[in-house]
């Protein structure tokens, strides 16, 4: 039988399949990072795999985004961000984190791999601190306070072992004008009573005219969605 003729896409089906497209090369590329930062293979195999990686991304085509720009699958500011290093499902090198609101609260989860190693075997101290001012923003923007990190006091109680599920936790504790108080921890989902890591954040919500300085893309967004 002959193929169907393929219906058009709304635009809303449209931007779901780029997602899912989004969502499965971010998946296959952190499998090739992950394989690449523990292989033992031969240099000469190292130079061919090379050469493939090389004209793979020649395929990537079309017009690249400009620094700034708003993906247009991303939810800036509150939602989802596709490409986000701790989040984002296209990304290569997020673990990446899913998230989960609760009553006081958001509660991440994750499982650090080869790509995130600090110490022989552990993370290392700067991606913790990255899942923990992820989550701690975005706590911020769940309880109606987004904000930018102005401060960030970590405290490493114990390392965190690759390959072990984590659980991360973010509270807003106060506000104050314009600033948000938080606080966050990392454990293991195992012994979440065990903290590894500890922090306390300060956060602040930019001014009108500091936000359309910092973010000339958001206003493009704001005017697509109200489009449709």
Not at 17 to 37: D, N, S, W
Not at 70 to 87: L, M, Q
């Amino acid at each position: 039988m002959p193929d169907r003729p393929r219906l058009p896409r709304t635009g809303t089906e449209e931007l779901e399949h780029q997602k899912a497209a989004i969502t499965r090369l971010g998946h296959e590329l952190r499998a090739l990072v992950e394989a690449t930062v523990r292989t033992d293979a031969s240099p000469d195999t190292l130079h061919r795999v090379a050469d493939g990686v090389r004209t793979v991304t020649g395929r990537l085509t079309g017009r690249r985004r400009a620094r700034g720009e708003i993906p247009e699958v991303d939810g800036f500011p509150a939602g989802a961000r596709f490409y986000s290093p701790v989040t984002g499902a296209g990304s290569p090198l997020a673990p990446p984190m899913r998230v989960t609101a609760v009553d006081d609260g958001l509660i991440g989860e994750c499982t650090l791999a080869g790509t995130h190693e600090g110490p022989p075997g552990y993370g290392h101290g700067g991606v913790s601190a990255m899942l923990l001012d992820e989550l701690m923003g975005r706590a911020c923007a769940a309880a109606g306070t987004p904000g930018l990190t102005v401060s960030l006091q970590m405290r490493y109680h114990r390392p965190v072992l690759l390959e072990t599920p984590l659980r991360i936790i973010a509270r807003v504790t106060g506000t104050d004008g314009r600033k948000t108080f938080v606080n966050g921890s990392i454990t293991s989902r195992t012994a979440p009573d065990t903290n590894l890591v500890t922090a306390e954040a300060v956060f602040v919500t930019p001014d009108p005219d500091s936000i359309h300085a910092l973010f000339p893309g958001l206003q493009r967004v704001m005017v697509r969605e109200l489009r449709g």
